[in-house]
C-alpha cells in the first residue's frame, strides 16, 4: 500500500530531513585519510541525540550501528569499522533518521583525499543520474520514468548499474511501497501522485553489475572488486517540481 503524506507530514519529514542533511555533511568534513568510520558512526549518534532524533537504521532486522559505511568496492550495507580510510579510496555514508515519527533517508559517496580520474567520473555520473531521477518524480509520470531517467545517463558513461537493490517509499516505515527500481522502462510500473516520499538512489559500478553478500548476511559488494558509488535523497512528490526533503 502507498501511504501519501499530508502538507503537516511533510513538514514534519522536512524538518527530519535537515537534520539528516546537516549531519551528513558534517560527516563528510570528518572524511580524511586516518579517519575511521567507527568515528562516523559515534558522531553520527551525537548529532542525533541534540537534534532530539533517532537514528533508523540501529536495531532494523539486527543492523549492529548507526550508519551505513561502505569503502570501495561495498555497494550497500556495510559495517563501520576501525579501518582508517586510505587515501584515493572512496567510502559511501547512508544516513537514516526517525523523527517524531518519520523517516528520512539518504546516501553519499565521498572521496578520501585525492582520487583518480575515473573514480571522478563514477561520482559524478552516478550524482547525474540522481538528479535526473528526481527530475522526473513529478505528479502524473510514473515509477518507471524515475528508472528509465537514471539509467539514461548511467548507461551512456560504461559504467553499470545495480539492480538488485534499489529505492523505496518511506515514511512513518523506512521502507514502505513503490519499490523504485533503477532502471526503465519508462510508463511503467505505479502513477506518482502528491504526497508520495520516495528514496530514490542509484548504485553505479565501475565494473561488472553483479553484487555479492558477504557473510554477515548485510555487507553487500561488487562481484568484481570493482569501486562502487551509491547517492541517495529522499524526496516529496508535489503538483509542481519535486521537493528534495534531505537538502539543507
Given amino acids: 500500500m502507498i501511504y501519501r503524506k499530508s502538507p503537516e ?6 524538518r527530519g530531513g535537515r537534520i539528516l542533511a546537516g549531519a551528513l555533511e558534517r560527516l563528510g ?3 580524511v585519510p586516518g579517519a575511521t568510520s567507527n ?3 559515534a558522531a553520527f549518534a551525537e548529532i542525533l541525540a541534540e537534534a532530539g532524533a533517532t537514528a533508523s537504521f540501529k536495531g ?5 550501528a548507526h550508519i551505513c559505511a561502505s569503502p570501495d568496492d561495498v555497494i550497500v550495507h556495510g559495517f563501520p569499522n ?3 580510510l586510505q587515501e584515493g579510496s572512496v567510502i559511501s555514508i547512508d544516513l ?3 523523527y517524531q515519527g518519520f523517516h528520512t533517508d539518504s546516501a553519499w559517496t565521498f572521496p578520501v583525499g585525492a582520487v583518480g580520474p575515473q573514480v571522478s567520473l563514477l561520482l559524478e555520473v552516478t550524482q547525474a543520474a540522481l538528479r535526473a531521477g528526481i ?3 513529478t505528479e502524473g509520470n510514473r515509477v518507471g520514468d524515475i528508472g528509465a531517467a537514471i539509467e539514461a545517463v548511467v548507461q551512456p558513461s560504461g559504467f553499470e548499474l545495480v539492480q538488485e537493490y534499489a529505492g523505496h517509499g518511506v515514511g512513518r516505515s523506512l521502507h514502505e511501497d513503490p519499490w523504485v527500481p533503477n532502471f526503465g522502462p519508462p510508463g ?3 502513477k506518482l501522485a502528491s504526497g508520495m516520499t520516495l528514496a530514490i538512489e542509484p548504485m553505479v559500478n565501475m565494473g561488472s553489475p553483479d553484487a555479492i553478500t558477504w557473510a554477515d548476511g548485510w555487507t553487500v559488494a561488487t562481484a568484481d572488486g570493482s569501486i562502487s558509488a551509491h547517492f541517495e535523497h529522499t524526496i516529496a512528490v508535489t503538483s509542481e517540481a519535486p521537493l528534495i526533503l534531505t537538502t539543507r
Fill in 188 to 190: 511503467k510500473r505505479e
Fill in 96 to 98: 537514516g533518521v526517525l
Fill in 9 to 14: 507530514e511533510l513538514a514534519v519529514m522536512r
Fill in 39 to 41: 568515528q562516523l558512526d
Fill in 29 to 31: 568534513e570528518m572524511i
Fill in 60 to 64: 532494523y532486522n539486527g543492523f549492529p
Fill in 135 to 137: 527530475a522526473q518524480a
Fill in 82 to 84: 576501525d579501518d582508517p
